[in-house]
């Protein structure tokens, strides 16, 4: 097989369109067995549309149509000026057919598994310079400590896999979130991949992110410019989901998530609460979180090697879930193996007075509630005293909501006096002080 294996090159940078088949990296018979069923489907299309809905240059469309009519699959219906418009004749509608029923992939031709390889190995998370002030503005919406944000600094910059840790409401989750604003750029993801005839789907719209900006009309199209990716899975994440998932019905392949994630951010929320023991998935991972790349394997058995190019962030409660504990005798994963292999552990704990009023000051003011610092001191000292609470993040949008919500059903503006906040407390509290 011919790879157009192009020099590095700045990450979002476009990517110049092949000139010829041999240069797509792609079999012949592949694109135009693609072309074919896009002519049919179509019914009638000119050369240039061929080109726009393949994402190829003219002249490879141009190409592609020669060798489709030479072979008696297509007919010239109509000029659209000097450009050939293009029906399928009976034997290429057979022929479509045929393709049809064992693969329906219609749309932008796929790259090359070893132009993907080489695109994801130059655009790795691993090669981004992380520094304080990616940090900070990243996180700027939330309130934690400098030594805190030195810690998630570094540990991004390591581009291994992090778990994030602590009594449930102290902001995993949130953080989780905001790790991916570190990055900036773009890095190109492509509609599809094509290996041993195999088509692999990986660009989807629900987890990438598009940069909507101009690319110049002469970039390879096949690709698609996007944020680094973030993909985020909780408890409804299955074995299967980290391998090729085929629709028997299309005959497509549907990337699984840690290749939607390569060159991003994959959080693996409520770790622990999955429907697969954590010792399942961390043996699945063990290869991959250390060597940096995984084997994905095809019906019928066949494996092949694909870049494990993403930051694996974990949150979870682990003491309170019993998934996990630095107590390696009560450790339900007491194995150095996996241990090593998850790098960096960072423990979220609960806030200081100042911190709680902090935050509850930025929720007052992201729901337009009123702010008054001498209740919310008040309430700090009420929740630690008589309700026997630590202060968690959670409780200053959590206690904030339940305020309004109450001034939302009696029709007035929500107002934080000393009433409102014991009633929403007892609203939110068991009586025993603990979380409902």
Not at 28 to 41: F, M, N
Request: glycine letters at 6%; a negative charge; hydrophobic letters at 40%.
């Amino acid at each position: 097989m011919i790879t157009a294996i192009q020099p590095p090159r700045a990450t979002g940078a476009p990517l110049a369109i092949p000139d010829s088949i041999e240069n797509t990296g792609i079999r012949r018979s592949v694109l135009e067995d693609l072309a074919l069923k896009t002519i049919y489907v179509e019914g009638e299309v000119s050369v240039r549309v061929l080109a726009d809905r393949m994402g190829l240059g003219f002249a490879v469309a141009e190409d592609l149509f020669q060798r489709l009519r030479k072979r008696k699959m297509c007919d010239v219906s109509a000029l659209d000026g000097l450009v050939p418009r293009i029906t399928p004749n009976g034997q290429g509608a057979a022929r479509a057919q045929e393709l049809l029923a064992a693969n329906q992939y219609v749309g932008p031709a796929p790259v090359a598994l070893e132009d993907y390889v080489h695109r994801v190995r130059e655009q790795s998370v691993g090669l981004v310079e992380v520094g304080a002030a990616d940090v900070d503005r990243a996180f700027e919406q939330l309130v934690l400590s400098q030594d805190l944000r030195k810690q998630l600094g570094i540990a991004i910059l390591a581009a291994r896999s992090i778990v994030l840790y602590g009594p449930s409401g102290t902001g995993k989750t949130a953080i989780a979130e905001h790790i991916p604003d570190v990055y900036q750029g773009g890095v190109w993801i492509p509609h599809a991949v094509e290996h041993d005839s195999q088509i692999i789907t990986v660009y989807d719209p629900t987890v990438h992110r598009r940069i909507e900006r101009d690319v110049p009309q002469d970039s390879d199209r096949r690709w698609v410019l996007c944020e680094r990716p973030r993909v985020t899975v909780g408890g409804e994440l299955t074995i299967e989901m980290l391998d090729l998932q085929f629709n028997p019905a299309s005959g497509v392949y549907v990337a699984p998530l840690q290749m939607k994630a390569n060159n991003g951010v994959l959080i693996v929320d409520d770790f622990g609460r999955q429907r697969i023991p954590p010792e399942a998935l961390l043996n699945r991972w063990i290869v991959p979180l250390d060597r940096k790349i995984d084997f994905l394997t095809l019906r019928g058995g066949k494996k092949f090697e694909m870049p494990f190019d993403c930051l694996v962030v974990f949150s979870t409660n682990l003491d309170a879930a019993g998934v996990f504990s630095l107590n390696p005798e009560a450790s339900a994963l007491n194995d150095d193996a996996f241990l090593r292999r998850i790098p960096n552990k960072i423990r979220l704990d609960y806030v200081s007075v100042d911190e709680f009023r902090e935050i509850f000051r930025r929720v007052c003011i992201l729901f337009n509630v009123p702010y008054d610092a001498e209740i919310v001191d008040r309430l700090a000292t009420y929740l630690c005293t008589d309700l026997r609470q630590q202060l968690r993040p959670c409780y200053a949008r959590d206690l904030v909501q339940q305020v309004c919500w109450e001034a939302q059903f009696e029709k007035r503006p929500p107002v934080l006096d000393w009433p409102t906040v014991t009633r929403a407390c007892s609203t939110y509290f068991l009586s025993s002080g603990s979380i409902a």
